[in-house]
Structures are given as C-alpha cells and as structure tokens.
C-alpha cells in the first residue's frame, strides 16, 4: 500500500493534469466561439448582399417597364 506522501502526490499530479485539460479544453472552446463568429459575420454578409440584388433588381423591373 502506499504512504500518505506518495498519494498526496499522486492527488496533486491528478489535479495539475486535470487543471491543464480544463485549460486546453477553454482554448478549444474560444477557438471555436471565434470560427462561429466569422461564420455569423459571413453568413450575415451574404444574406445582406443577396437582399440588397434582389431589392434592387425589382427596383429596376418596376422602373424599367
């Protein structure tokens, strides 16, 4: 069986393990909050762009005729 030392030891070398595994699981989790972000900006960009044509392409027809 182990001594007391040894497994305050081995607890503290858990908890520093699973102290950096909540570390890098933050890191991840902004990385992919960014990507979602750029994704939003895009997607919002797009859909402005094709409102915008389709709005101007009727303002023509109208005009046009």
Request: glycine share 8%.
């Amino acid at each position: 069986m182990a001594s007391e030392p040894d497994l305050r030891r081995e607890i503290a070398d858990e908890r520093r393990e699973l102290t950096n595994a909540v570390a890098d699981l933050r890191k991840e989790l902004d990385k992919t909050a960014e990507r979602g972000k750029r994704i939003g900006t895009v997607v919002g960009a797009v859909a402005g762009t094709l409102l915008a044509v389709r709005t101007a392409l009727r303002i023509r027809r109208r005009f046009g005729d």
